[in-house]
T-cell receptor, first 114, second 115 residues
Framework: DTGVSQNPRHKITKRGQNVTFRCDPI?????LYWYRQTLGQGPEFLTY????????KSRLLSDRFSAERPKGSFSTLEIQRTEQGDSAMYLC????????????FGQGTRLTVV | AQSVTQLGSHVSVSEGALVLLRCNYS??????LFWYVQYPNQGLQLLLK??????LVKGINGFEAEFKKSETSFHLTKPSAHMSDAAEYFC?????????????FGGGTRVLVKP
């Protein structure tokens, strides 16, 4: 297993365009998380899935953001009508559902909105 | 609600000197605590974690951390800094399993190692 994979690694888009990111978790992991990290800050939780069910969404996740995890495998995060404030690193992590679990992170997708 | 405070956004140490990164947390449930390291334009790599049991936790690359419940602290140390330790370090606390084990991170501490 090669770990958590995120694509693309970098994305530059014009304001108002839609963008979609993909995350492939570690294959046996049933939980998948999305975090956002702005420059000089720690990551902030956006949403998480258990299998295909989206169980929680942060207030940071405005209605322009949508995430899916069809069939409980890979996940996509879409941002519609991007704004400059959306520029950030978007991190995906996966874990097993367990009391002592740890999350494994992908390398992130860096979004720049110009 | 949970929160994490990392004291010092930047730390500068000489190669071979002690590295000490401070982390204090707030949690309404018994905490699971983590330290992650991030290299430029990379994701986060787990250094170590505390769940239950021994309060002194050893991690990778010679790092260790001590959970002190009375002080609500989980400071990270390494006896002798190496140039490769230059990175950003994040302390995090995990929500309960029933709440998805989602992580709340501190603001990070960037470590600079001087030759």
């Amino acid at each position: 297993d090669t770990g958590v994979s995120q694509n693309p690694r970098h994305k530059i888009t014009k304001r108002g365009q839609n963008v979609t990111f993909r995350c492939d978790p570690i294959s046996e992991h049933n939980r998948l998380y999305w975090y956002r990290q702005t420059l000089g800050q720690g990551p902030e939780f956006l949403t998480y899935f258990q299998n295909e069910a989206q169980l929680e969404k942060s207030r940071l996740l405005s209605d322009r953001f949508s995430a899916e995890r069809p069939k409980g495998s890979f996940s996509t995060l879409e941002i519609q009508r991007t704004e400059q404030g959306d520029s950030a690193m978007y991190l995906c992590a996966s874990s097993l559902r367990s009391v002592n679990t740890e999350a494994f992170f992908g390398q992130g997708t860096r979004l720049t909105v110009v | 609600a949970q929160s994490v405070t990392q004291l010092g956004s930047h730390v500068s140490v000489s190669e071979g000197a002690l590295v000490l990164l401070r982390c204090n947390y707030s949690s309404s449930v018994p905490p699971y605590l983590f330290w992650y390291v991030q290299y430029p334009n990379q994701g986060l790599q787990l250094l170590l974690k505390y769940t239950t049991g021994a309060t002194l936790v050893k991690g990778i690359n010679g790092f260790e951390a001590e959970f002190k419940k009375s002080e609500t602290s989980f400071h990270l140390t390494k006896p002798s800094a190496h140039m490769s330790d230059a990175a950003e370090y994040f302390c995090a606390v995990s929500a309960a399993e029933a709440a998805g084990n989602k992580l709340t991170f501190g603001g990070g501490t960037r470590v600079l190692v001087k030759p």
